[in-house]
């Protein structure tokens, strides 16, 4: 009786074992002999917001200067060549809208002689009021600076009159037959810089002085950027003037990327290309080399850093939100013959 149990016993053992090898066999932890990895699930992803539109900022088009070098005043003693003893005076003050000049239009620093051999004016000193608006507007539509346009000058009360009253005609047989000096009888406007065949009698500071006795630049103030301790070596932003539309104008230097005022400082250029051809009824080139007109230049945008009006929009030392204004160049037009300003 016993052992009929301890056999039963054994066979239950080996039933229960077989069953156990089994189930092993059919989907417990193993796998053809290997080990079966956990399956992780991953949760479902969230969807993604929608990107945040990026609106470019508008650019502006309207300005406030009246925090500017204003009130500005002072005056300077100097030998102005065969005039003498002179004393310059300038004083800009500030309204509600309007920044004035009072000046008598006398630079402050040293300049060359006059009379000379291009320019047989004396310096003489002027009556100068000038007013330009303390919120310009830039404008789709540029207007001329000079005689019968809009005016602009220098800090010290010096006008910038880029043109000359030169012309020629078409039919000249030499140059000398040019009127340099009231334009009569000729329609190709002459340039006083960049050309060796008309002499103007500019001083270092491509300035001469106008029948009127009124001393006035031509291009590149240099006495200014000297006189502000600017040179290649140690370059800056310099504000020299304003133009009549209210917006300011820097000579020379401006940083590489406008809008970044740690950006290096380079040589601002202007964007007018010479031309190789000469126009259509223009004095031989022979004559008159190309370079020497006003229409032997072309406004041809991105050859430089300007535009038409050799200005831009950027920061500036004294507008670090940005402003546009207008730059004295040592490449043509040498200053603004337009401006933008409302």
Not at 267 to 287: E, H, M, Y
Not at 298 to 303: D, L, Q
């Given at each position: 009786m016993l052992a009929n149990k301890s056999r039963s016993t054994r066979l239950n053992v080996l039933a229960l074992s077989a069953i156990l090898y089994s189930l092993s066999g059919c989907g417990g932890d193993e796998v053809g002999g290997g080990t079966i990895p956990p399956i992780t699930v991953a949760p479902t992803p969230s969807p993604a917001p929608p990107p945040t539109p990026i609106t470019p900022p508008p650019s502006p088009t309207g300005y406030n200067t009246a925090a500017v070098l204003c009130p500005l005043s002072g005056s300077y003693q100097g030998v102005y060549s065969t005039s003498g003893i002179l004393t310059s005076t300038w004083s800009w003050v500030c309204s509600g809208t309007a920044r004035s000049l009072v000046a008598n239009g006398l630079p402050n620093h040293a300049v060359g002689t006059f009379p000379n051999a291009g320019n047989p004016n004396l310096i003489?000193?002027?009556?100068?009021?000038?007013?330009?608006?303390?919120?310009?507007?830039?404008?789709?539509?540029?207007?001329?600076?000079?005689?019968?346009?809009?005016?602009?000058?220098?800090?010290?009360?010096?006008?910038?009159?880029?043109?000359?009253?030169?012309?020629?005609?078409?039919?000249?047989?030499?140059?000398?037959?040019?009127n340099l000096a009231n334009g009569a009888g000729g329609t190709w406007a002459v340039e006083a810089l960049g050309q060796d065949t008309f002499n103007f009698g500019e001083d270092s500071n491509n300035a001469h002085v106008?029948?009127?006795?009124?001393?006035?630049?031509?291009?590149?103030?240099?006495?200014?950027?000297?006189?502000?301790?600017?040179?290649d070596t140690s370059r800056k932003m310099l504000l020299v003037?304003?133009?009549?539309?209210?917006?300011?104008?820097?000579?020379?230097?401006c940083y590489s990327?406008?809008?970044?005022?740690?950006?290096?400082?380079?040589?601002?250029?202007?964007?007018?290309?010479?031309?190789?051809?000469?126009?259509?009824?223009?004095?031989?080139?022979?004559?008159?080399?190309?370079?020497a007109f006003t229409s032997d230049w072309?406004?041809?945008?991105?050859?430089g850093d300007l535009d038409e009006c050799n200005g831009r929009t950027g920061v500036t030392p004294e507008f670090p939100n940005g402003i546009?204004?207008?730059?004295a160049t040592d490449s043509y037009p040498y200053f603004s013959r337009c401006v933008k300003g409302a």
């Open positions: 003489s000193s002027q009556n100068v009021n000038f007013a330009a608006t303390l919120t310009p507007v830039l404008s789709a539509v540029t207007r001329k600076i000079g005689p019968g346009g809009v005016s602009a000058y220098s800090l010290q009360g010096v006008k910038f009159d880029p043109a000359t009253a030169g012309t020629c005609a078409g039919t000249i047989t030499a140059a000398s037959q040019c106008q029948p009127s006795g009124e001393y006035h630049y031509h291009g590149m103030p240099e006495a200014l950027l000297t006189n502000s301790g600017v040179t003037g304003w133009a009549g539309d209210g917006f300011p104008i820097y000579a020379r230097y990327d406008p809008n970044n005022a740690n950006s290096a400082l380079k040589v601002c250029t202007g964007s007018f290309v010479k031309d190789t051809v000469a126009d259509s009824g223009r004095p031989s080139t022979s004559l008159v080399p190309l370079g072309t406004y041809t945008a991105g050859t546009y204004y207008y730059m």
